[in-house]
């Protein structure tokens, strides 16, 4: 028997290609193929036996290495430019200019997408809540169905209107009663007006009057009668139905009825919608599904009206990008903690019920994410990149011994290199031998992540996308834009970039001659266009205006440079810019994105004006690397004393100085002083948003004293 015959016969029953057998080959001595039998050669049947053994060896492993994923596209070209103008740009997914509304013929509004995931899944599991302490209770998708549309039918008894023009208002947290209102809503046509705490007393009595809202679902008593404090004051006149999902005293009913405030239970309003049960009255894909008011970091929220088409053109994307390489199941389950207010969590969740799938919601203590990640064990993360730097931080703050932080590194450049390559997976020797830990305190069965909202650090992405094991993707946008309008392609695991367009929308980039960004250069402001893009803003044709040009396209504010490969990098800010005295312009969530990464910082805001030649810093130190950072350079004491100290202020400046000439920052793009604070900038004390950008104007207000007495030492 010749030996290429043999090495056929085990290429055909190993199911191995050409290549593949060849690279076998290339493994066993170097010997003339044309003339080699097994019987001219002289072997003892030891040696035979030890051949044999390395070649099946061989050939299992051949079989059952690592596969690259496939992408959808080529890599080097992941768009196209529309009409041959290289700056604007469309998915090269698409076979032409046509932009992609409906994935599925049957799911043109988010109404079509639960009740397909209702005829996959019908009683399997939809809504999952805990208690503390407890496993996860689930509510079927044909519960879900059921209990939304005798809700709906309550609403229709206390005299909403089957149209998209009745605007209902949502006022609570992440929790199941929450979809099942809005699903309510959508059953009968209606439109949801997400409101939620830190909007504050006057944009809360803004939206109430501009939406003209008569009915409101909250969570908890507290909530309710803070919207019934502004209805006794006489400014939110229309008010007359609050609804909640939690039990409340007599008292507060008593209340509300001196100002013609009715008060029912959610079970009150379903008995009452059990008793006049209408037929559903299902949405158009033009019709307003949601009003979504961003919060904004200066002046009232602007109300961005999407519709039914919006949603299912953005989640259509999505699930194009992803066919062949990620299918969401019936089995999957997504972990709900990021505000339901935002249509970020909105997009994926409504992504999960298309498909069948399941949503865990956390307990509301954010303090208690963790514990409820390890229960549910979800295959699908949302995440914005604060959390992810916590994740990353956490990670390396573990690992003390030199000997640990080498194999750490060694594990994660080998794990990068599989990425390289395409390969993604978690069942690795590295896996199993240094991060099978990490990737449990998630759960252990993560697929997918989705990192949005805010730009991530290219190194952290990586060091993540090594450790965790699971497909990390980015995507980029605005609620005025449904959420996404770029999306990582898979296959694509480099970092620095946010992707390609998705189908669903077209990208160019415009001139700012202010910023020396020009579209020939392939700079510019980000503009989208598409049946992704939002209506405009409710009641606020001047705002509309100053988004939405008279060609359709939305302007973001961002600033794009399209790469040779066809994806987008984020490179500036366009809507916060100011200038100093001497002229230059500053764009600071850019710098301040820079700063991100210097290791003792956790927080920081840029600060400077027209009046000043320079720039200052408020800074918010990391405390679990805070105090073990200073010891290391000398600095002895506890988290708050080291906030005080000069020299570490001094120390922490150098090293800020330092990343940022790293990064290409000019001199003036440098801070000259900082403040060192102690207190993280939250939700909770005003200085966030709910999508966790800085609220500038107020962090300006909070620290008007320090930024003074910086400006008032000798100009620098």
């Known amino acids: 028997m010749h030996f290429q015959e043999w090495l056929r016969s085990l290429r055909s029953s190993a199911g191995l290609k050409g290549s593949e057998s060849e690279d076998l080959w290339s493994l066993l001595p170097s010997l003339p193929l044309s003339s080699f039998s097994l019987s001219s050669l002289s072997l003892s049947s030891s040696s035979l036996l030890g051949l044999g053994a390395l070649a099946s060896l061989t050939a299992y492993w051949l079989v059952t290495r690592p596969r690259p994923m496939r992408p959808p596209c080529d890599l080097q070209a992941q768009s196209v430019a529309v009409n041959g103008d290289p700056s604007c740009r469309r998915s090269a ?37 805990r208690k503390p302490g407890q496993p996860y209770q689930w509510i079927s998708y044909t519960e879900v169905a059921e209990q939304a549309q005798v809700l709906g039918s309550g609403l ?33 046509s209606m439109a949801v007006v997400p409101l939620y705490d830190t909007l504050g007393l006057e944009a809360m009595v ?9 009915l409101v679902i909250c969570d908890r008593e507290e909530k309710a009668a803070s919207l019934l404090e502004n209805k006794e004051k006489g400014v939110t006149p229309k008010l007359s139905c609050l609804v909640l999902f939690n039990n ?62 919006n949603i299912a053109s953005n989640t259509s994307s999505v699930i194009k990008i992803l066919e062949g390489s990620f299918v969401i199941q019936q089995e999957d389950v997504s972990i709900s903690y990021l505000p339901l207010a935002h249509m970020f969590e909105r997009m994926i969740q409504v992504s999960m ?41 956490k990670i390396l703050g573990s690992v003390t011994s030199p000997l640990r932080r080498a194999l750490l590194h060694y594990a994660v450049r080998r794990k990068q290199a599989e990425l390289s390559s395409g390969v993604v997976r978690n069942n690795s020797l590295w896996d199993k031998l240094v991060f099978n830990r990490i990737q449990a305190s998630l759960g252990g069965n993560l697929r997918f992540a989705l990192t949005a909202s805010a ?69 510019g402001e980000i503009c989208i266009r598409g049946p992704s893009v939002f209506r405009g803003y409710l009641r606020d044709p001047e705002r509309t205006a100053d988004a939405l040009d008279s060609d359709g396209w939305l302007h973001s504010g961002d600033v794009g440079q399209w790469l040779p490969n066809g994806t987008l990098r984020i490179i500036d800010r366009k809507k916060h810019i100011f200038k100093l005295s001497q002229g230059e312009y500053i764009a600071p969530e850019k710098i301040e994105n820079v700063y991100m990464r210097c290791v003792p910082v956790l927080q920081v805001f840029v600060h400077g004006d027209s009046l000043q030649s320079y720039l200052i810093g408020i800074v918010v130190p990391d405390p679990e690397v805070f105090v073990d950072w200073a010891k ?16 570490v ?11 940022g000439k790293e990064a290409g920052l000019k001199s003036f793009e440098q801070v000259k002083d900082l403040h060192l604070h102690p207190e993280t900038f939250s939700v909770a004390n005003g200085l966030l948003t709910p999508t966790l950008k800085s609220r500038r104007a107020d962090i300006r207000r909070v620290f008007q004293e320090q930024i003074s007495s910086m400006y008032s030492k000798t100009a620098i």
């Open 93 to 129: 997914l698409l076979k032409d200019d046509s932009l992609l509304e409906f994935y599925y013929d049957d799911t043109k509004t988010a109404y079509d997408m639960f009740q397909r995931g209702l005829k996959i899944s019908g009683n399997g599991p939809c809504l999952g809540f």
């Open 156 to 188: 229709l008894a206390k005299g909403c209107q089957p149209n998209p023009q009745q605007f209902v208002g949502i006022f609570a947290q992440n929790r199941p009663e929450w979809i099942i209102s809005e699903l309510a809503c959508y059953t009968y």
């Open 206 to 214: 803004h939206i109430l009057n501009l939406a003209e809202i008569s």
């Open 248 to 309: 409340f005293s007599e008292a507060f009913v008593e209340r509300a009825k001196a100002s013609e405030v009715e008060v029912l239970k959610l079970e009150q309003l379903m008995d009452l919608g059990r008793q006049n049960l209408k037929d559903p009255v299902p949405p158009q894909p033009q019709d307003l599904a949601v009003v979504c008011f961003t919060s904004g970091t200066t002046g009232k929220p602007k109300g961005a009206m999407i519709t039914h088409g």
């Open 353 to 393: 019920f298309c498909h069948g799938a399941r949503v865990g919601f956390y307990q509301g203590d954010i303090s208690l994410l963790m514990d409820d990640i390890k229960t549910l064990k979800p295959t699908f993360f949302p995440v914005v990149p604060r959390l992810l730097n916590r994740i990353y931080d």
């Open 455 to 523: 730009p991530i650090s290219p190194t952290v992405l990586s060091f993540l996308r090594a450790t965790l094991g699971c497909l990390i993707f980015e995507g980029y946008g605005q609620t005025e834009c449904t959420a996404g309008c770029t999306f990582s392609m898979p296959g694509d695991w480099s970092a620095g970039h946010v992707g390609a367009p998705l189908p669903c929308a077209m990208v160019k980039l415009v001139d700012i001659p202010d910023m020396k960004y020009y579209a020939k250069n392939g700079e």
């Open 632 to 647: 290391e350079r000398g600095f002895v004491g506890s988290y708050e004393e080291l906030c005080q100290n000069p020299d």
């Open 649 to 659: 202020k001094n120390a922490v400046l150098e090293d800020m100085k330092a990343v």
